[in-house]
C-alpha cells in the first residue's frame, strides 16, 4: 500500500480535534483543533509539523461539516489536503459501541446505524461523533472510514464484572451494564508498558490509572482488560475533574425526592459540578496543589478525597488480578502529579508497592519507571497517546482489508 497517512478526527459536542500521521513511522505531519463550534467565537488552531507554522483563525463555525472543511483547507495549504493519494484511510474515535463493536469497524451503512442505535448511551458523544463520520464520508467517499470506539477494549470483561446486580430483564431491556472508556488509551498503555517491562502484553498484568480531566483505571491481564471503572457511562469511579465518580445510587434518588431536582439538574451536579471542581472549585490538579501547598484546607480534603478512591480501586484491581506486575499512571494527572502517584501508593509497601522518590520526582518525555529498582511491582509513568492508537488500529484495519481485496 502507497498510501500511508491516517487523519484521526475526534468529534465532541461543540470542538474537533484532528491529527495527520504518517504510518511509516509513526509521525505527526499536522495537528490541531476547532473549538466553540457553533458559537460566533469559534477557533481553529492548526500546526503543520512538516514546517513548524501554526495558524490561528477565529470567527463562526456554524457546525461539525463547516468545521471539517475548514480543517481541510488547512491542510491542503500546507499539501496535506484530504484529496492527497498519501491518505489512506480517516480513524474516528467514537465513543460508545455498547456490546456490538468489540474491534475496530470500517465504516459502511450498517456501522452507522448501529453507531446510531446506540445514541440513547451516549446522547451527547454519538451524535457528534456520527456527525464527523458523515461530514468526512460527503468530502472523500471513495476514502474508507474506520470508527474506533473507546470501549472496545473493555468487552473482554466478563460477566462477573460488566453486569450490575441488578434485575436481568431490566438490566438487559435498557443495555445496562459496565461498558468502561477511555478504551483505547487502556489499551495502548497497558501495552507499552508491557514493552517497557521487556515482556509481551500477554505475559504481564497491569493496573492502568488514566488520570486526566475524566478519570478511570483498569485491571489488564495478559493484554485483556478484565475490569474498568468507568460503569453505563463515564461518570462511575474514581473522583474526576468534574465527576463525581462512585456514589450511593440512592443519592439520586433522594435529590429527586427531598430536593425536587429534575433528571438533568442531577447530571449537571454530578457531571460537571462535582468531582474536584464541586469539592474545591478547582479541577486542575495543578492549582489545587498549589493551594495544598499553602495550607488551604478545602483544597487539602479535596485531594484527599480523591486519592482515597484512587487507593480503593487499586486495592480492588490487585484483589481482581491476584498478581500485578506493574501499575501505570497515564494522562494529565497521572504523567505529571508526582504528589498524587506518591500519595495513592503510600502505606501499601506489603504491597509490593512503592515509589522511589527521585525518580518519581524527575521529569521525563516517555515511559519511564518510578518504583525503587528491585519492586516487586513496577510502578511506571506511561504517556499515553490515543491518535497514535487510533491511527494503528485504522491503518491496520485498511491494509488488512486491502489485502483480502
Ligand atoms: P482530558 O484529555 O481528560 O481533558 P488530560 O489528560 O489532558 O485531560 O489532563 C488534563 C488535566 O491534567 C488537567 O485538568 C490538570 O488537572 C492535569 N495536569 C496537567 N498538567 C499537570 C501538571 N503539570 N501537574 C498536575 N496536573 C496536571
Not at 440512592?250 to 435529590?255: D, E, Y
Not at 478545602?298 to 487499586?314: S, T
Amino acid at each position: 500500500m502507497t498510501a500511508t497517512r491516517v487523519l484521526v478526527l475526534n468529534s465532541g459536542s461543540s470542538s474537533l480535534k484532528y491529527q495527520l500521521l504518517d504510518m511509516r513511522d509513526s509521525s505527526r505531519l499536522a495537528t490541531g483543533l476547532v473549538e466553540r463550534i457553533g458559537e460566533r467565537t469559534s477557533r481553529l488552531k492548526h500546526t503543520a509539523l512538516t514546517t513548524g507554522a501554526t495558524r490561528e483563525t477565529t470567527g463562526p463555525v456554524t457546525d461539525h461539516a463547516a468545521a471539517l472543511k475548514a480543517v481541510a483547507e488547512e491542510l491542503g495549504r500546507d499539501g496535506l489536503g484530504l484529496d492527497s493519494p498519501e491518505l489512506a484511510a480517516i480513524g474516528h474515535r467514537v465513543v460508545h459501541g455498547g456490546s456490538s463493536f468489540t474491534e475496530p469497524a470500517i465504516v459502511d451503512d450498517a456501522v452507522l446505524a448501529e453507531i446510531e442505535r446506540l445514541v440513547p448511551l451516549a446522547p451527547l458523544h454519538n451524535p457528534a461523533n456520527l456527525t464527523g463520520i458523515r461530514t468526512a464520508r460527503s468530502l472523500r467517499p471513495d476514502l474508507p472510514q474506520v470508527a474506533v470506539f473507546d470501549t472496545a477494549f473493555h468487552t473482554t470483561m466478563p460477566e462477573s464484572a460488566a453486569r450490575y446486580a441488578i434485575d436481568v430483564s431490566t438490566a438487559d431491556e435498557y443495555r445496562i451494564r459496565r461498558y468502561g472508556f477511555h478504551g483505547t488509551s487502556h489499551a495502548y498503555v497497558s501495552r507499552e508498558t508491557a514493552k517497557l517491562l521487556g515482556k509481551a502484553p500477554q505475559d504481564v498484568n497491569v493496573i492502568v490509572l488514566h488520570l486526566g480531566n475524566g478519570a478511570s483505571a483498569s485491571a489488564v491481564r495478559g493484554g485483556r482488560c478484565v475490569d474498568t471503572s468507568m460503569g453505563l457511562t463515564p461518570l462511575e469511579g474514581l473522583v474526576m475533574g468534574t465527576r463525581s465518580g462512585d456514589v450511593d445510587p440512592a443519592v439520586i434518588l433522594h435529590l429527586a425526592r427531598v430536593g425536587g431536582m429534575s433528571t438533568d439538574e442531577t447530571d449537571t451536579l454530578l457531571n460537571k459540578k462535582s468531582g474536584l471542581i464541586g469539592l474545591c472549585g478547582d479541577n486542575d490538579m495543578r492549582e489545587i496543589r498549589r493551594r495544598v501547598d499553602e495550607g488551604d484546607e478545602q483544597a487539602r480534603l479535596a485531594f484527599d478525597i480523591y486519592i482515597h478512591r484512587l487507593k480503593k480501586y487499586i486495592g480492588a484491581y490487585y484483589a481482581v488480578l491476584g498478581r500485578v506486575d506493574a501499575i501505570a499512571f497515564t494522562a494529565g494527572v497521572g504523567e505529571n502529579a508526582a504528589a498524587v502517584r506518591e500519595a495513592a501508593l503510600a502505606g501499601l509497601e506489603e504491597l509490593g508497592l512503592a515509589v522511589d522518590a527521585g525518580l518519581n520526582a524527575a521529569r521525563g518525555d516517555g515511559a519511564r519507571i518510578v518504583s525503587p529498582e528491585g519492586a516487586r511491582v513496577t510502578v511506571a509513568v506511561v504517556p499515553t497517546d490515543e491518535e497514535l492508537e487510533i491511527a494503528t488500529q485504522t491503518y491496520a484495519l485498511v491494509g488488512a482489508s486491502h489485502d483480502l481485496t
